[in-house]
Nanobody, 126 residues
Framework: QVRLVESGGGLVQAGGSLTLSCVDS????????MAWFRQAPGKEREAVAA????????LYADAVKGRFTISRHRAKNTMDLQMNNLKPEDTAVYYC???????????????????WGQGTQVTVSS
C-alpha cells in the first residue's frame, strides 16, 4: 500500500524548534526524490525543501534557508524536517511528498510529485 505518514507537528513559540518526520510505511519510495510542502490558511501550497533519492542533494525555499534542514534515512524509510528559529509565518499544514519517477534528484516543482501524505499542523505563536 502506498502510504506516507507525517508526524511531529504541534504548537510552538516563535524562535522555537520542531522536527517533522515522514514515514514511508510501504517502503515504496526508497528510490524517489522527496520533499516537504506547506499550505497556510488562505494561501496556495508551497514547496519548503526537497531531497534527492540518495539523500545527498537538498534544495530549500528562500523563506526557510538557514533555518530548516531536510534529511532522509533510507534504512528507516523516513524523511525529516528539522525546523529551527520558527516564525509565525511558518504556521501551516506541512505535507511530505514523493516524486513520480525513480532516482529523482529532488525538486521544488510541485507538479512532479504524485504521492502525498495527509499533513501535520504546525502552529507558531508570536
Amino acid at each position: 500500500q502506498v502510504r506516507l505518514v507525517e508526524s511531529g507537528g504541534g504548537l510552538v513559540q516563535a524562535g522555537g524548534s520542531l522536527t517533522l518526520s515522514c514515514v514511508d510505511s510501504g517502503r515504496n519510495f526508497e528510490y524517489h526524490g522527496m520533499a516537504w510542502f506547506r499550505q497556510a490558511p488562505g494561501k496556495e501550497r508551497e514547496a519548503v525543501a526537497a531531497v534527492s533519492w540518495g539523500g545527498r542533494r537538498t534544495l530549500y525555499a528562500d523563506a526557510v534557508k538557514g533555518r530548516f534542514t531536510i534529511s532522509r534515512h533510507r534504512a528507516k524509510n523516513t524523511m525529516d524536517l528539522q525546523m529551527n528559529n520558527l516564525k509565525p509565518e511558518d504556521t501551516a499544514v506541512y505535507y511530505c511528498a514523493a516524486e513520480e519517477g525513480v532516482y529523482g534528484s529532488g525538486t521544488l516543482e510541485e507538479h512532479l510529485y504524485t504521492y502525498w501524505g495527509q499533513g501535520t499542523q504546525v502552529t507558531v505563536s508570536s
